[in-house]
Every structure is written in structure tokens, then in C-alpha cells.
């Protein structure tokens, strides 16, 4: 089954992505022995760049590295629409908060591209322990469409990412989002295949497609 959904606002002011990431992280987290708070955090990160990554190609090759305190650091990369994650042992001991792994060290960079078409890293300070906010201030930071990034109610592995295209009229552009904030609590506990017609008042479908996770035999992890 897709777990991603790509639409275009009615407007065409605005696209958008949803996502559901529960059996990426699932697999992606299967050996993690960490606290709560820690596996909520890393789930956290597979939703954000599951959605970044989606925004534009979902076959494109793209990177995250979050380089944190506490001897903590996260890489996430995405190629061919399959999802890996490493993060390195400290993150299993460590019993501390989200906020304690970030200060005027920490830095996210986000790499794109190969080395046949050309990279490009975008990289900034990550001086907030909120993944959302951190993820925002990136695509504000790095030149991009600055987006809003979404969880699904009290979940990590439901989002949605919404970007507002450059002429789009600031009024119109708060109410959908705030819509697209009522509706998320829905989300978290929605039947996937019913999604498209909970938000097609907003916005149309243009394609859905799965990003998954290799299995160590080489086959992708589907439903």
C-alpha cells in the first residue's frame, strides 16, 4: 500500500504531502533499546524526512545527518524511495530529554542530488528541541519554500507537510492551514485509504507513491 499522497491545493496556491511512516519506523527502530522519549524522537525524524524528501521526487537521492550533543547523532538517507537509518549507540544509554541534545552546537545538514547530477548540502544550527520547528526552520534557512510540517494528533509516524507556493495570498494560505491543523488529529487514527476524501475540500491528489525499508535480503518492507 502507498504511504505517501502528494496534492495541490483547489487554489493552486499550496501543495502538500501526507504521510505514514509506522512501518518504516518499525522496521527502522527494531533494535532500538532506548527510552520512550528517545524512540518518539527518532520517529519524530523519520516522519520529517520522509515528508521533506517527498515534497519534490520521491526517487531522488537525499541525506540528513543531525550532529546533536550528548554524543548523540542520527543519519537518515533515502534512495530509490527506500529508507535507512543509523544512529550511533550513545542514543540507547542516554535518559535525558529532546532538549538536552540540542545547544549551539548542534547542527542538521541535508544533502541532495549524487555525485553524476551534483550535491548539494544545506546545513543549519539546530538550536531547537522541537523536530517540527527544526524541520521548518531548515527550509527557511536553506533557500527553500519555507513549509509547515504537521504531526498527526498525539502520534510521530502520521504528518503532513504544507507548502505554500510563492504567490500565494497570506489569508488564504493561515485558513488552510489551520484547517489541515483540525483535521490532523483525525489523521493519527484514520483508515489511510480514507484520507484523499477527508481533505479533498482543500486539496486534489496528484500522485500517491510508497517509500519503504530494505529488509537485509534486498526486498523492500510492504504491508
Given at each position: 500500500?502507498?504511504?505517501?499522497?502528494?496534492?495541490l491545493?483547489v487554489?493552486k496556491?499550496?501543495r502538500?504531502v501526507?504521510a505514514?511512516?509506522?512501518q518504516?519506523?518499525?522496521?527502522?527502530l527494531?533494535?532500538?533499546?532506548?527510552?520512550?522519549?528517545m524512540?518518539g524522537?527518532l520517529?519524530?525524524?523519520i516522519t520529517?524526512?520522509?515528508?521533506l524528501?517527498?515534497?519534490?521526487?520521491v526517487?531522488?537521492?537525499?541525506?540528513f545527518?543531525?550532529?546533536?550533543?550528548?554524543?548523540?547523532?542520527?543519519?537518515?538517507?533515502?534512495?530509490?524511495?527506500?529508507?535507512?537509518?543509523?544512529?550511533k549507540d550513545?542514543?540507547h544509554?542516554f535518559?535525558?530529554?529532546v532538549?538536552?541534545?540540542?545547544?549551539?552546537?548542534?547542527?542538521?545538514?541535508?544533502?541532495?542530488g549524487?555525485?553524476?547530477t551534483?550535491l548539494?548540502t544545506g546545513?543549519?544550527?539546530?538550536?531547537m528541541?522541537?523536530?517540527v520547528?527544526?524541520?521548518?526552520h531548515?527550509?527557511?534557512?536553506?533557500?527553500?519554500?519555507p513549509s509547515?510540517?504537521?504531526?498527526?494528533g498525539?502520534?510521530?509516524?502520521r504528518?503532513i507537510?504544507m507548502q505554500?507556493?510563492?504567490?500565494?495570498?497570506e489569508?488564504?494560505?493561515?485558513k488552510?492551514a489551520y484547517?489541515?491543523?483540525?483535521?490532523?488529529?483525525e489523521l493519527?487514527?484514520?483508515?489511510?485509504?480514507?484520507?484523499?476524501?477527508?481533505?479533498r475540500?482543500?486539496?486534489?491528489?496528484i500522485?500517491?507513491?510508497?517509500?519503504?525499508?530494505?529488509?537485509?535480503d534486498?526486498t523492500i518492507?510492504?504491508?
Open positions: 500500500m502507498n504511504n505517501i499522497i502528494r496534492m491545493s487554489n496556491d499550496f502538500m501526507l505514514d511512516t509506522r518504516i519506523a518499525e522496521q527502522a527494531s533494535e532500538f533499546r532506548g527510552t520512550d522519549c524512540r524522537f520517529e519524530q525524524i520529517g524526512c520522509t515528508l524528501s517527498s515534497i519534490n521526487d526517487n531522488a537521492k537525499i541525506s545527518s543531525f550532529r546533536l550533543s550528548q554524543g548523540v547523532s542520527v543519519f537518515c538517507q533515502i534512495t530509490d524511495a527506500n529508507f535507512t537509518m543509523e544512529y550513545t542514543i544509554e535518559k535525558g530529554t532538549a538536552e541534545l540540542f545547544d549551539n552546537k548542534s547542527v542538521v545538514s541535508i544533502t541532495t549524487n555525485w553524476e551534483g548539494h546545513t543549519v544550527e539546530a538550536n528541541d522541537s523536530v520547528m527544526l524541520f521548518a531548515f527550509t527557511v534557512q536553506s533557500e527553500q519554500l509547515q510540517f504537521i504531526w498527526a498525539d502520534g510521530c509516524s504528518g507537510l505554500p507556493l510563492p504567490f500565494a495570498v489569508p488564504f494560505i493561515s488552510a484547517e489541515l491543523n483540525y483535521h490532523s488529529k493519527e487514527h484514520m483508515d489511510w485509504k480514507c484520507v484523499p476524501a477527508r481533505f475540500h482543500l486539496a486534489k491528489v500522485s500517491e507513491n510508497r517509500i519503504g525499508r530494505l529488509y537485509d534486498g518492507y510492504k504491508n
